[in-house]
Every structure is written in structure tokens, then in C-alpha cells.
């Protein structure tokens, strides 16, 4: 059977070949007592609040499980809009809001809707590798500009314009980023956005950690900036519904019905279920919990990143959101006599039973030296694994 060049662009999601191995060593240590610790997958270890779950179902009792409109029900547009104006001061009219099935679909959307072949989107190294993915499936070119740890891992305006080409068709960002936790300084941000502007090219950024944001120096949202931006957001990491699959687009209103033409043919909608599920988000009491649960990822952020410095796994930048850390593992291969990250993901499993994820997933210019951790587990995991790895690298 002939494999289309589309398919073949997509390189293998390396983190889920560290999944399937951490897998099988949970099978076979599950009985003794040092069971696998999983920091490997950006997963909430919360579920959906009790008004979320309790909204799911009452929609299926109540037979709410038809077809919504494509742009997603207009209840939740509205509550999606009023949260921006609470959370981050920013006036988002709802019409300019597209309902999607999870983050992934608002990128291929977007993706679809701005990208022909050939366009260029420049993007940092390291960054999530679907977000590349999603460009190359649009059969545009992702390309992947090398970053520094004075840089926060993030592009700079000045990077942007020296990297722009005849091809180049605009950016996309993360902010917070996914593997380093790190966001754009806004002033930066801005700068960036005018350089991309003076070009007429498109700025996309992907903010589905936004929510998760420790810092009030980086918490702002990239809307702020203009009608013209095309976020990327997400229930599934603040809104803790990972596996719900509802995310959100918010566009200039001119490209609204692009989407929902887009949509309609390759969508239909998003999960109607999910959809009634997450009007509870927005509750009071639902918020109250996110927030107690947000102070919950700062606190294991402020324990974990200390303790990995003091085990020789520095973290080069603190991360201000979301709930990873992105360490350098250049001493420990050394000492251990391992090549890179990809030999200590699997050594630190086999030894410390240590699940985590090596870093050539993210890129290609120094990512062999760092692993990322998740800190989306409970405390006490976070202290098991320390103490394991500790035992392991400094015995």
C-alpha cells in the first residue's frame, strides 16, 4: 500500500516510545515497592470538578447528545468570552470564538485555514512537536529557530526578522511552552507581533497553559495585543479535561466562517457532551477549585526545581507556567558514562524507576542534552521520585 509524502513528513512522537517502555516496567515492577513513577506525560493528575462530571451526565440523561453547531454552542462561546474579560482583562466578543475537539483541532484548523504549501512558519527550538506537525500536515515548513536559556527558550523580534524569508508565512508561539514552561516576556511579545505584522504575515500562539501561570510578569494573554492574533487554547490542562477533547480558537472575525466551513466538513462539532460538561467550568465554585488547584501546581513547581538543581539536573530557566521542567542532564550522562537524554530517560527508568521524557521530541539543537519533567503528579510522587533518583545518581 502506497503511504502518502503527507504521512511520511510525520516523524515518530518519540515520547510515546518512552510511554510504551515505562509501560511494560510498570507491569513488571507493579508488585514490589519501588512501582514506577510516571513524570513523563503532561497529564493534570486532577479530573474534571464534581459540577463538571455532574453536567456530563446530566446531559446525557437529559438526551443533550445531538449535534451542535459547528462554532460550538452559544452558551459557551459566552462564558469563554466573559472568562477572558474576568481573567485577563481582555474584551473577546464571542463571534470571534470557535469551539474545536480539543487544542489539536483548533492547530489543524487554523493550520488549514492559513497555510498553503511551501509557507513557512518559523517556530523556537525546543517546542511540542505536534505544533510542527500540524504545519507539515498543512503541507507548509515548519522552521525550527535555535533558542538560549538568556532567551527564556522563546523567539526574539529580532530573530523573527533575521529568520523571515521569501517563504515565511508568519510564527507560531507557546507561551507558557511545552517542554520548558517558560513565556514570552510581554513587551517581547509585542515586539515580535509588529515585526510579524510589517511583514502581513500571521501570528499564532498556542496559550492552552495560560490558565497555569505562576507569574503575574507573564501571565497576560497574547489577545491583549490585537484582533488580529489567532490563539490556540485548551480545556484539557487548566480546565483539567484531557481527555473530554475540547479546546477553543479565538480569530479575527473575518476568518470565523472559514473555520466554520473548515469545521463543518472535517469535524461536524465538538463533542456536544463535553461541551454541556464544561458551561460548569465557568461556576464559581468550579473556579474557586481551579485556582486551589492551581496553587497546588505552583507549590510542587517550587519543591521539584529546587531539588533537580540540587541533584545536578539544572533547570537553566524557571518555569513561570504550566507544569514542566526542563533539565540539563549533561553531568549525570557523564558521570554515568550515557551518550544523551534519550540513554538517561531509559537508564533513569531502569535504575530509579523513573519515568520521563528525553528531549528529541522537542527539536534538534540542544535537546539531546535535556529531559523534561511533568510536574502534574501528586506531591508525594514528585518526593518519591527525588528520593529515588538521588539514591540513583549520588549514592
Not at 239 to 268: C, D, H, K, S, Y
Request: hydrophobic share 45%; with cysteine; aromatic share 8%.
Amino acid at each position: 500500500m502506497r503511504i502518502s509524502q503527507r504521512a511520511e513528513r510525520i516523524e515518530p512522537f518519540y515520547v510515546m516510545e518512552v510511554a510504551k517502555a515505562a509501560s511494560q516496567k510498570a507491569r513488571e515492577v507493579a508488585h514490589t515497592d519501588r512501582p514506577v513513577v510516571f513524570l513523563n506525560i503532561g497529564e493534570p493528575d486532577f479530573t474534571a470538578p464534581p459540577l463538571v462530571q455532574a453536567a456530563a451526565q446530566a446531559a446525557i440523561d437529559a438526551g443533550q447528545t445531538q449535534y451542535t453547531p459547528a462554532l460550538g454552542l452559544e452558551p459557551l462561546l459566552q462564558a469563554i468570552s466573559d472568562w477572558y474579560g474576568t481573567r485577563f482583562g481582555v474584551q473577546v466578543p464571542a463571534k470571534r470564538i470557535v469551539i474545536t475537539a480539543g487544542a489539536s483541532a483548533a492547530l489543524q484548523l487554523a493550520c488549514l485555514a492559513l497555510i498553503d504549501r511551501g509557507d513557512e512558519i518559523l517556530m523556537p527550538d525546543p517546542s511540542y512537536p505536534c505544533n510542527r506537525h500540524f504545519v507539515s500536515a498543512a503541507e507548509g515548513v515548519a522552521k525550527l529557530i535555535p533558542t538560549t536559556a538568556d532567551e527564556r527558550f522563546q523567539l526574539s523580534a529580532d530573530k523573527v526578522a533575521a529568520a523571515w524569508g521569501p517563504h515565511t508565512r508568519g510564527v507560531l508561539l507557546a507561551s507558557p511552552s511545552n517542554p520548558t514552561g517558560t513565556s514570552i516576556d510581554p513587551a517581547e511579545l509585542r515586539r515580535i507581533h509588529e515585526v510579524v505584522q510589517a511583514r502581513g504575515g500571521i501570528t499564532l500562539i498556542d496559550e492552552i497553559y495560560l490558565g497555569l501561570s505562576h507569574d503575574e510578569q507573564f501571565g497576560h494573554s497574547a489577545l491583549a495585543l490585537g484582533e488580529d492574533i489567532v490563539s490556540i487554547n485548551s480545556f484539557s490542562k487548566y480546565f483539567n479535561m484531557t481527555g473530554w477533547r475540547l479546546g477553543w480558537l479565538v480569530v479575527p472575525e473575518a476568518l470565523v466562517p472559514v473555520l466554520e466551513r473548515l469545521a463543518q466538513n472535517l469535524f461536524i462539532c465538538a463533542s456536544t457532551v463535553a461541551q454541556q460538561a464544561a458551561l460548569a467550568c465557568f461556576e464559581p465554585a468550579s473556579l474557586a477549585e481551579y485556582e486551589r488547584r492551581r496553587t497546588e501546581f505552583k507549590a510542587r513547581r517550587d519543591y521539584f526545581i529546587p531539588a533537580l538543581n540540587a541533584l545536578g539536573l539544572t533547570v537553566p530557566v524557571a518555569p513561570d507556567g504550566a507544569f514542566y521542567a526542563w533539565a540539563d542532564c549533561t553531568s549525570a550522562c557523564q558521570k554515568l558514562g550515557l551518550k544523551d537524554s534519550w540513554d538517561f530517560a531509559f537508564a533513569a527508568l531502569e535504575h530509579a524507576h523513573v519515568a520521563i521524557t528525553p528531549g528529541r521530541d522537542f527539536g534538534t539543537d540542544q535537546t539531546a542534552r535535556f529531559v523534561r519533567f511533568s510536574t502534574a503528579n501528586s506531591m508525594t510522587e514528585l518526593q518519591t521520585a527525588i528520593a529515588r533518583l538521588k539514591a540513583w545518581l549520588h549514592p
